[in-house]
C-alpha cells in the first residue's frame, strides 16, 4: 500500500499531473471516473494567491468528488510561499504540493519552478518552511536537474526527504530538455536504489500506453506513475492501465458513443464551473483532444467552436455520433 502521510492510494496509484489551463475541476472530474486515484489542481502563483486574485482564488475549488487532492503552488520567495501553502491549506485538500519542476521562461528564470534547482539551499529550506506552516502532508514534483550537465536529483531527493517532504514526482527530464527528448526514467530506479530514501517515488515523463507503463512500471521501480499530457483527451486511460496491469490485455479504445457522453459530461462541468459564457469557451480546445484521429472531424470542429450555447454544442456532438457511428472506422 502506496502512502502520502495517513493518505492510502492502493498498491500502484495513477496521478493526474498537475497542467496549466487543463487540470481544472471539469477535467479532473472525467480523469477521477475514468480511473485516477490521485489528482492535483493546476499551479497556482504565491503572489495570486497572497493578493488574492480572483483566477488564483479559483483554483482553489475543489470538491467531495475529486479527493483526494492536492493544490500545487509555485513561487520564488519563501515567505510568500509559506503564506500561500497557509491559503491553499485552508480550501481542504489532502496535501500541499510544491512545483519545483515548471520549466518555461516566466517561471523558470525568476527562479520558481524548475529555476531553483540552482540553489538546491533555497529550495530545502523553502521546503522546510512550508513543511512547518502546513498540517497536511507537503510532497513536491520537480526534475532531474538544470541540464545534463547538473542533474542533482539525487541530492535533491534527499534534502527534500530530510525536511519532512512525504512524497516526490520526478518529471525525468531536465529544465534544459523542456518537453522535448525522451525522459530518463534510470535517474528514477537511481533515486529508489538509496537506501535511505523512504518516501513514495512517483514517475513522471514520457507515459502515454499502458504497454510503457508496465515497462518502466517493472524497470525502473517507482511507486506510482503520474500522467500528464496523455491523459488530455484521453482520461480513459488511468482504466486502461490499470486492466492492463491487471489481465495483460488492452481495453478497447473508446467508441464514438462513450467519446461523446464523456465530452458532454466535461462540457457541462465546465458549464457549471464557469458559467455558460467562460464554460463553453474554455471547452473549445478539448473537442480536438477527444476526437482527434477521427477522418473529416474539421468542420464539426468548425460549428462547435463558433457554437454559443451548452443546447447547441450537444447538438453538434449528437450529429458528430450519429455521422461517425453509421460504419465508419473512426480510429484505424
Not at 485538500?93 to 517561471?107: A, F, T
Not at 541540464?147 to 517532504?165: H, M, P, S, T
Not at 512524497?167 to 535517474?187: C, F, N, P, V
Not at 463553453?280 to 476526437?291: G, Q, V
Request: hydrophobic share 40%.
Amino acid at each position: 500500500m502506496v502512502k502520502i502521510g495517513q493518505i492510502e492510494l492502493g498498491e500502484f496509484p495513477l496521478l493526474l499531473a498537475p497542467m496549466e489551463d487543463v487540470s481544472d475541476p471539469p477535467f479532473r472530474a472525467v480523469c477521477k471516473e475514468n480511473g485516477a486515484d490521485m489528482m492535483y489542481t493546476e499551479f497556482i502563483a504565491a503572489d495570486g494567491l497572497i493578493r488574492d486574485a480572483e483566477k488564483s482564488l479559483q483554483k482553489l475549488d475543489i470538491y467531495d468528488y475529486e479527493r483526494p487532492i492536492g493544490i500545487q503552488i509555485f513561487g520564488d520567495k519563501i515567505e510568500a510561499m509559506r503564506e500561500a501553502a497557509a491559503i491553499a491549506e485552508e480550501a481542504g485538500p489532502e496535501l500541499v504540493d510544491i512545483n519545483y519542476g515548471c520549466p518555461v521562461n516566466k517561471v523558470a528564470c525568476k527562479g520558481a519552478g524548475a529555476g531553483i534547482l540552482l540553489d538546491l539551499p533555497k529550495m530545502q529550506k523553502m521546503s522546510e518552511e512550508i513543511v512547518k506552516r502546513c498540517k497536511v502532508p507537503v510532497t513536491v514534483k520537480t526534475r532531474l536537474g538544470w541540464d545534463e550537465k547538473n542533474i542533482k536529483i539525487l541530492e535533491v531527493a534527499q534534502r527534500l526527504q530530510d525536511v519532512g517532504v512525504q512524497a516526490l514526482t520526478i518529471h525525468a527530464r531536465t529544465r534544459y530538455q523542456m518537453y522535448k527528448g525522451e525522459a530518463d526514467w534510470s535517474w528514477i530506479a537511481k533515486v529508489k536504489e538509496m537506501q535511505s530514501i523512504h518516501i513514495p517515488i512517483f514517475g513522471n515523463g514520457d507515459i502515454d500506453s499502458p504497454e510503457k507503463a508496465l515497462e518502466y512500471k517493472n524497470r525502473f521501480g517507482p511507486d506510482g506513475i503520474m500522467i500528464g499530457r496523455a491523459a488530455i483527451g484521453n482520461p480513459w486511460i488511468f482504466n486502461q492501465i490499470k486492466h492492463y496491469f491487471k489481465t495483460g490485455e488492452k481495453l478497447p479504445e473508446p467508441d464514438i458513443s462513450e467519446r461523446i457522453r464523456v465530452c458532454k459530461q466535461h462540457l457541462i462541468r465546465s458549464v457549471e464551473w464557469k458559467g455558460p459564457k467562460t464554460g463553453i469557451f474554455e471547452m473549445r480546445p478539448h473537442y480536438t483532444n477527444y476526437f482527434r484521429g477521427f477522418p473529416n472531424f474539421k468542420p464539426f470542429r468548425q460549428r462547435i467552436v463558433t457554437a454559443g450555447s451548452v443546447e447547441e454544442v450537444s447538438d453538434i456532438l449528437d450529429e458528430v455520433e450519429k455521422t461517425y457511428s453509421a460504419g465508419i472506422d473512426v480510429l484505424n
